[in-house]
C-alpha cells in the first residue's frame, strides 16, 4: 500500500514564502507520478492548482508554482495572500492509480 | 464551459448499494476521462476510481476494489459511480473530476452519500 506524505501543518505570514512538499513511500517522487496539486477551503470544492509537477491551469495565480525538491514534489507560495489559506493535498499517479496525500493545512498569520 | 453536475444526496442503510451520477457538459465526453474522489466527514481527499468514456477502461482504488464500478453512458454524457455493501465508513463527499493524460481539472459539486441504520 503506496502511501504519500505531506507536513500536516505550516504557517506563513503574509506576503512570505512557504513550501509544501509530497513525498511516497516507494522512494524518490519524479516526474513520471505527474505530481498534482490542489487547493481546497472549507466548504468548498477542491480546485486543480498545478499538474505535471510544475504545470499551471489558466486560473491558478502566478504565485503559485510546482517543482521537483529532494526527491520530493513540491508546490511553493510566494508573495502569499490571506486567502491563500487553505488545505492543499498533492496526488501523485502510480501507474494509473492516483494516491492523495494526507494534505496540508496552510495558516497565514 | 466545462460543467459536471453530481445527483442529489443519499441516505442508504448499511449493507446496501448506492449509485451516483455526474453529467457532463461544455466538452467532447468521450475525449476525457472522470476519476472519482471521496471525503469523509472532516477528513482528507481519498481516490476511489477512474473510466475513460473512450473505451471504457478502468481503474480502482486497491482498498475499495471489488465493492466499486464506475460506468458511462456516452448517449448522454453521464459517468456513475456504484459502490455496494455499505458501511458507516463510506459516508463521505463523493465527487467526479474530468480526468485526462494526467491531468484533473474541473470537478462536480459534490454527493453527499450518508450511511446510516
Known amino acids: 500500500q503506496t502511501v504519500v506524505t505531506q507536513e500536516p501543518s505550516l504557517a506563513v505570514s503574509p506576503g512570505g514564502t512557504v513550501t509544501l512538499t509530497c513525498a511516497c513511500s516507494?522512494?524518490?517522487?519524479?516526474?513520471?507520478?505527474?505530481p498534482i496539486w490542489f487547493q481546497q477551503k472549507p466548504g468548498q470544492t477542491p480546485r486543480a492548482l498545478i499538474y505535471s509537477t510544475s504545470n499551471r491551469h489558466s486560473w491558478t495565480p502566478a504565485r503559485f508554482s510546482g517543482s521537483l525538491l529532494g526527491g520530493k514534489a513540491a508546490l511553493t507560495l510566494s508573495g502569499v495572500q490571506p486567502e491563500d489559506e487553505a488545505e492543499y493535498y498533492c496526488l501523485l499517479n502510480y501507474g494509473g492509480v492516483w494516491v492523495f496525500g494526507g494534505g496540508t493545512k496552510l495558516t497565514v498569520l | 464551459q466545462v460543467q459536471l453536475v453530481q445527483s442529489g444526496a443519499e441516505v442508504k442503510k448499511p449493507g446496501a448499494s448506492v449509485k451516483v451520477s455526474c453529467k457532463a457538459s461544455?466538452?467532447?465526453?468521450?475525449?476525457?476521462?472522470i476519476s472519482w474522489v471521496r471525503q469523509a466527514p472532516g477528513q482528507g481527499l481519498e481516490w476511489v476510481a477512474w473510466?475513460?468514456?473512450?473505451?471504457?477502461?478502468?481503474r480502482y482504488a486497491q482498498k475499495l476494489q471489488g465493492r466499486v464500478t464506475v460506468t458511462t453512458d456516452t448517449s448522454t454524457s453521464t459517468a456513475y459511480m456504484e459502490l455496494r455493501s455499505l458501511g458507516s465508513d463510506d459516508t463521505a463527499v463523493y465527487y467526479c473530476?474530468?480526468?485526462?493524460?494526467?491531468?484533473?481539472?474541473?470537478w462536480g459539486q459534490g454527493t453527499l452519500v450518508t450511511v446510516s441504520s
Open positions: 461544455g466538452y467532447s465526453f468521450t475525449n476525457y476521462g
Open positions: 516507494t522512494g524518490a517522487v519524479t516526474s513520471g507520478y505527474y
Open positions: 473510466i475513460t468514456a473512450y473505451n471504457g477502461d478502468t
Open positions: 473530476a474530468r480526468d485526462w493524460n494526467y491531468v484533473i481539472d474541473y
